[in-house]
């Protein structure tokens, strides 16, 4: 039996990942951790972008079902709670597969060529065939993604303001071909900015997976310690007694994130007067990680796979229930429904 979709008066939010692996702290403090705030305020749906993962590696999904696993128990070990938010699983809600189609209908192929990340990715995975088809559609199925849950916001991070605006673009076209009872159906979903800060990873580049640069989630204590051991500092520093400038070294950029003022204050201090040696620095740093790693890693271990596969089917029932609602709009209002030729 379909499961009821949460009912609230509060705004609706809605967003997701793909899922390409074990989440990294990137990952945590660009998304995860703001939407662990945003459960209170909000009414939230969290979902797997599956599909995505399909426009880029159509040719070897072997990993998706195991990567959708890793990302659906670190949305868990995040914080990210089922009484609280919908977790789901996009290709459990088929309706994003018909609003995707329907949508497609009414975007000019124009938009999507212009999507800066078309050409970017194209040039960036020269090792893949881009030329797909789903891959230069991705943005219709992004915006079907939103629109099907008709969400106030779109919680996102400065970088992906773009892909929230072609979604206006295509609720506003949308809404000016198609009205229900002389209203719009898919209202436009504003972005909500949640603060994001670049992390940058052991190689001082932003912390990104396909940069092999990351401190993941799940990574141990001992494993933070070492990868920080061999993060790169600031270039000026070459000997112990050369005096350094924190805001010029990676590892200073994780200080002002994750330390806490006393210690930012022994960095600052330490650093410019050759006080104190990287190694003990980069020590420092690590105790500030492991923090908040920690109780991240708590919660993850205290969910079974069963346990937390369950969390995602039933998620998934009241996204879809949520879902049809939307659709049955959509479907009247786009007049794809027999009752509206009866009634003619
Ligand atoms: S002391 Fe710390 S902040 Fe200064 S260069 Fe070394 S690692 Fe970077």
């Excluded at 990993?63 to 977790?87: R, W």
């Amino acid at each position: 039996m379909e499961e009821p979709a949460i009912l609230s008066s509060r705004p609706r939010v809605l967003s997701g990942m793909r899922p390409t692996g074990k989440l990294h702290l990137g990952n945590y403090m660009g998304a995860l951790a703001n939407w662990v705030k945003l459960q209170d305020q909000y009414e939230c749906y969290f979902f797997i972008a599956d599909w995505h993962a399909l426009t880029s590696n159509y040719a070897d999904p072997s990993e998706i079902a195991p990567n959708t696993l890793d990302v659906l128990l670190d949305y868990l070990a995040a914080g990210l709670d089922p009484a609280k938010s919908v977790l789901f699983l996009q290709s459990k809600v088929l309706q994003h597969a018909e609003l995707n189609l329907l949508l497609g209908m009414i975007t000019p192929v124009g938009w999507l060529e212009r999507v800066p990340t078309y050409k970017d990715q194209q040039k960036n995975l020269a090792n893949k065939d881009l030329s797909n088809f789903g891959f230069l559609g991705y943005p219709v199925l992004m915006a079907s993604d939103i629109l099907l849950y008709q969400p106030k916001f779109v919680p996102v991070g400065n970088d992906q303001t773009a892909h929230v605006e072609l979604t206006r673009e295509v609720a506003r076209r949308f809404n000016q071909f198609y009205k229900l009872d002389d209203r719009e159906v898919l209202p436009e979903p504003q972005v909500l900015l949640t603060p994001s800060p670049q992390l940058p990873g052991t190689d001082g580049r932003k912390m990104s997976k396909s940069y092999g640069n990351t401190i993941q989630l799940t990574d141990p204590e001992p494993v933070v310690r070492q990868k920080l051991k061999t993060m790169v500092t600031d270039p000026a520093r070459i000997r112990r007694s050369d005096k350094g400038d924190p805001d010029k070294c990676p590892v200073g950029d994780l200080h002002k994130v994750f330390s806490t003022p006393e210690t930012m204050a022994k960095v600052n201090d330490g650093c410019r007067s050759a006080g104190i040696g990287c190694i003990e620095c980069k020590g420092w740093a690590a105790d500030g990680l492991v923090r908040v790693l920690q109780p991240i890693q708590d919660r993850r271990a205290s969910y079974s796979v069963p346990q937390a596969v369950e969390i995602l089917e039933d998620g998934s029932n009241r996204a879809r229930a949520r879902a049809e609602q939307t659709m049955h709009e959509v479907r009247s209002a786009m007049q794809m429904t027999l009752t509206s030729a009866i009634n003619k």
